[in-house]
């Protein structure tokens, strides 16, 4: 049959370029595009229903819109900002015991309970591990891992299907607690953005029963509407998580938007506002400080003070050594990383695999522990230093074992110790162990099948060399003053992790919010300035690194550089189906059932002789409309070919925007009868009438530029006059990747398969 | 003459929508877009030239590029960081003595010397207002004002020629110094904004003699380049105005810019970096802190503690109606300053009208200056309180008229005064009275003919009338320790401002970096939205209503509402004139000699048949591709059409990027003889072949969506079969504008004339 043969075409063969400065991609599965994913369509169709609906409606509707809108944002603010809440007390409940009976055990064991207490160990770091690998590897895949790369992808207008589901949030939430009790080299904060994201998407799609709400409501359900509050949703977990609401504006705009607006911006940040204010409101008032929302210990970092974070401007140097230094460790680890996702991509595939390699994961942290704190049991610290659970193994009755300070307590309070304690207390070889053995715990735990995130590890490897640095300072200069551990902990903090995700103007601001000082911001701006510099001169970014090793369609900000003489012609794919505009509803179940093409253009018949300069391209009529493979399976489902079919647009626009809340676009579930096959669906007040067309000629960087502001899913190639000729979709661009690579800059053209 | 014809109508009838929902302007002048201001191109013309030199430069060009590109954003952070500091020492040498004076002639004199300070004074007022407005009004009248609303249009593509030269950035700096000095209710800040633009926009055109260097230069010799330069200096005028690295990337964001990639924001954001550094460092090192980067003084608000920004929870309805109060004041200033503007155009046209105005208002200046410290020479202050020029009048011994506190001492001092002194130094009367003067003095002030900003003014006002609500609370609760007047200053300082400007995501994080003070920035986000939304919800912002009242073509972020039912067809202008491919050099000079168009579409021979359906439109030939007017006048310039002409591509693009650097486009200064009339110009390399065009059946939304996401000047209207039928130009967008007033939202139709 044509049909499936112009789709088994469209699958298989896509065009190829045929330049010389391309470099084309080995059969090394690591450099390709999958078809796995669609695309979202963040271009409205303005059809003669839309064009009505404006017409009937007034000003006063759009102000209405525009109220529901902020009461949306606002709830979806306040909604993270709770559940941040929910999972931080949840961790706080749950590791206090832990660690409590980890320590009681600790120290009361002499000699012959080593095994007991090494059982319990394990049972309480790898119990919350499996149930946190259970929950990502049996029950939702999606909500393993950071979810972040998932979240730039989506608002960049990749469609990640069970990204945004309640299943997909429930896992998430309940993950990432597991896995942060167990202790393994993992964040909440990752997380909390995806989390941030699927509210932000789920809110407008709530089944409200007012029935004057949910007809406002309705007016939400496109893909365009929902990438705006995801967008805020995903601001208000950055701002909840660091406490951090202009950080959050600015990480939503640098890391995940292609799009943006004065007006959008301003929701996203009200979103942040509410969010964090929950967030810190309520737990000011846990912390027994009801009201003082500028209390010290809500901060992120903790709050510092001027006199802790004071510098010269001689010291400007050594920061940016560090940002340096930052880029380069950063730049080894994203490298390392791929190794290892490589690898798991190859050899642990089946879901015991994945299983037993968490369990191994957890298994080998728990050594880990038992290792430093027994074989460095002699290396011991003054009890006045906030000991928490620290336990006194050989050391004197005043002092604790250092390293059990490193492992008896969650990461964000460990944070804020190596942050702010005195030079004294961590010495520089206790630190090198924690940094050798955390360093591989969380290359092993980044990637791993559970809810977990990379900032606060990253941190925390950060500020640990950051304290290496300056003890070598102090040896060096051993009578300089301005040697405070604390600014050198939180540049190396700042470095790390910018040499990892790469998104420096956010993250110079997270760091500001998050340790209540701006007196320190410029050296940390200089720092992650040159980090971010180092790192792109080497690698991409992590986020990046596993978007592409997805091989998940994601445009970059700018198209490829020298691609001028790359045309349309040349990319697009030439197996195209056209609908006529009147149509047999035979042919349309024909062509849904026998293609996969998500966009139909729909032609006029060309009556039209083109006397001149015959195309090689073979044209498939006239250009009149667009029209979607949902928009038509909801036709036929609402049996809009019928006499009896409500006219008026109300009820029609509410059958699209009904279908896309409950996602219900099933071909197979198309049952028609032999007479309704043969009626005829009119498309004109259903298709696009002018959807965005480009010239067989138009450039790729044009084409490009036209997708990624527009938020296209598709562009219509017409030849010059104006008749049908081939169709550019995100993937057919998406091939095209400048490959920066240590100073090198190429172009790679990507292989496109599932 | 038919070309004539065509260009009379071009100019006078734009075509009219029939739109029962519009409400036409009324011939009132204020609602009008203008015609003297042309568009940017922001669409970089990918002719057969450029493709040329992309295939024959490698990715190393590239890097070169980038690398060329990093280092002029770094020079003109540089540049805009020193011309900071020369205006601000300027400032400093020049009022000290003046200062000096007045006190020592008001504290000497007792009766009859009166007259003497009196004229005195008025020479120090009148003499620098002189020489500020000769130079706005005589010499570059673009430097007259702020130049923010000139800065928001061209960032938002319109053309504004003379804003961006050397003789507009001297009178800039001139006169700001001027304004500043002479005590007029001026600030420096705006006018830094427009400086800093200017050095953006002035460095990329720069002469080197080397030809390497200036080989690279040539590639940026377009407006999109020169635009992302000049985003980059705006920032950089901010984050040096204010200290505010962060905050100057927001605000150009959130004001100017009406596009937005990552890579920009970044290269905007170093350019920030770097001039607020070499600000700060020289000013630690002239305050005697050299390499004390974080020296209190160096906030622009003075360094606020935590101690005086702590406050409690239920503080947060107290800011919150500080918020409303700051947006319902900032729409009745907005509304005043409109009226004052309309009268200014309407009754101050001539020069010596508005030189007269400025010498009146510096006048006015004085008087209430006289006026306030003698008419309440008795209300007094303790000498403790940094009394810096303050004087005696009839106050006692050890202390000083709180009037003269006021007045003699730059506004900035005065702002760091009012934020920081304890509640008891100002008490309300004084501060009533000032406030009620100084409302005045900047409501005068704001439109003068002479170049001021508005930003420290209203952080002023605010701040008194911060302080007065401060000093009310106390009346109400006089046992209450957290009535602190310095957060209240604050809020009222940030929301007066935000009641006049709106960009409220940016001025958050200047209050906060600033004041050097995190822990306020929530009670102060809080604050500043409820201005927005009251502020929004009453009247546009004041640079939106000075833009507006000047006609500018300016495009918003978002399409107005409720336009998908108007067309292409209906706001086109069917006015054309095209050109064939290959061209008599005489028939090109004739089209550009009897018409202003700015471009020409392209069109090949039709010899197409429509057979069906014949449209009502006249088409004028199938589209081939678009030629801008400079285009054509650097070709014939440069007699391209001859055969000796050089074919390589590197001559061709030289032509038109040094014809861009030298802005040398003039039709009338073209000299041919006879015979090269006669010969024949082939457009086809030079021709953008795939301008973005759209079917007459496009909705406005969609077209004003490409317009404002690739910055576009003009885009092509084709028929069915790609026939060019009309032309839809930036003012044919910008005359639909969505009108809010008083909750109230419709769609104008603005009229376009000169």
């Known amino acids: 049959m044509k049909l499936q043969e112009l789709n088994a075409r469209g699958q298989s063969s896509v065009s190829t370029v045929s330049s010389t400065r391309l470099i084309r991609a080995r059969s090394k599965s690591i450099n390709f595009v999958s078809t796995k994913y669609e695309s979202l369509d963040y271009d409205i169709c303005e059809n003669m229903l839309v064009v009505d609906e404006e017409r009937s409606k007034g000003y006063n509707y759009i102000m209405q819109i525009n109220i529901i809108r902020y009461i949306l944002f606002l709830v979806i603010g306040l909604l993270v900002g709770l559940i941040t809440l929910f999972i931080d007390f949840s961790i706080q409940f749950l590791t206090q015991p832990k660690y409590r009976i980890l320590r009681v055990l600790t120290d009361e064991c002499h000699k012959h309970c080593y095994i007991y207490l090494y059982v319990v160990w394990c049972l309480l770091v790898m119990v919350p591990t499996a149930i946190g690998s259970f929950l990502a590897i049996y029950v939702e895949s999606e909500s393993s891992g950071s979810g972040v790369p998932a979240v730039l992808c989506y608002l960049n207008g990749v469609s990640m299907p069970r990204m945004m589901t309640l299943k997909t949030l429930v896992c998430k939430v309940a993950g990432v607690i597991c896995a942060v009790v167990a202790g393994l080299g993992a964040g909440k904060e990752g997380p909390l953005i995806h989390i941030g994201t699927i509210i932000g998407g789920l809110i407008p799609s709530m089944n409200i029963p007012n029935r004057k709400i949910s007809s406002y409501m309705n007016y939400f359900q496109n893909d365009k509407e929902r990438r705006d509050f995801s967008a805020g949703g995903a601001a208000a977990g950055v701002a909840a998580a660091f406490g951090a609401p202009i950080g959050g504006v600015l990480m939503s705009l640098e890391e995940g938007t292609s799009f943006w607006s004065v007006l959008l911006m301003w929701r996203i940040f009200i979103c942040g506002i509410i969010s964090s204010f929950f967030f810190n409101f309520f737990l000011s008032w846990h912390h027994g400080h009801s009201g003082k929302m500028a209390y010290d210990e809500l901060f992120f970092f903790g709050k510092f003070s001027d006199a802790e974070l004071r510098y010269e401007v001689f010291e400007l140097p050594l920061f940016i050594l560090m940002g340096a230094i930052g880029g380069l460790i950063g730049a080894l680890c994203v490298e390392l990383n791929m190794w290892l996702t490589v690898f798991r991509s190859r050899f642990i595939k089946k879901k015991w695999q994945k299983f037993l390699e968490a369990m191994m994961v957890a298994f080998i942290t728990v050594n880990f522990g038992v290792f430093s704190i027994y074989a460095m049991s002699n290396v011991c610290l003054p009890v006045n230093y906030r000991p928490d659970n620290a336990v006194q193994v050989n050391c004197k009755e005043n002092e604790v074992n250092i390293q059990s300070y490193f492992w008896f307590q ?193 032609v006029g018949q060309s009556t039209l002789v083109n006397t001149q300069d015959p195309d090689f391209l073979i044209p498939y009529g006239q250009l009149e409309g667009l029209i979607l493979r949902s928009q038509l399976i909801v036709l036929l489902m609402n049996k809009a070919f019928e006499e009896s079919h409500p006219a008026d647009f109300e009820t029609r626009l509410n059958m699209f925007r009904k279908a896309y809340a409950c996602q219900q676009v099933d071909v197979e579930s198309l049952e028609l009868t032999t007479a309704e096959k043969e009626m005829v669906l009119d498309l004109r007040a259903y298709m696009n009438p002018s959807p965005y067309s480009v010239r067989a000629v138009t450039s790729l960087p044009r084409i490009f530029r036209l997708f990624r502001s527009l938020g296209l899913r598709h562009i219509i190639v017409v030849n010059n006059v104006n008749q049908v000729v081939g169709i550019v979709t995100r993937k057919d661009l998406a091939r095209f990747r400048l490959w920066v690579h240590r100073g090198n800059m190429r172009l790679k053209e990507l292989r496109v398969h599932s």
Not at 558 to 570: H, V
């Open 410 to 602: 969650i990461q964000e309070n460990m944070l804020k110790h190596l942050l702010h304690s005195p030079i004294a207390v961590f010495q520089a070889v206790p630190l090198l162990v924690h940094l050798l053995l955390y360093s591989i715990m969380i290359l092993l735990t980044t990637g791993l099948s559970i809810s977990a995130g990379l900032f606060i590890p990253n941190l925390i490897v950060g500020a640990l060399w950051g304290r290496l640095f300056c003890i070598g300072l102090k040896y060096l200069f051993p009578h300089a003053d301005w040697i405070i551990p604390g600014k050198y902990a939180l540049v190396g903090a700042a470095v790390q992790l910018a040499g990892m995700v790469r998104c420096t103007i956010s993250l110079s601001v997270v760091v500001i919010e998050a340790t209540g000082n701006i007196t320190f911001a410029l050296p940390v701006m200089f720092a992650l300035a040159t980090t971010k510099w180092i790192g792109d001169f080497i690698s991409e970014g992590v986020y990046e690194m596993q978007i592409n090793l997805r091989g998940l369609p994601i445009l970059p900000t700018d198209p490829p550089p020298l691609t001028s003489n790359i045309t349309a012609e040349e990319i697009m794919s030439t197996s195209v189906v056209t609908i006529p505009t009147c149509v047999v509803v035979a042919e349309v179940l024909a062509k849904l059932k026998n293609t996969n093409f998500h966009c139909f253009p729909v």
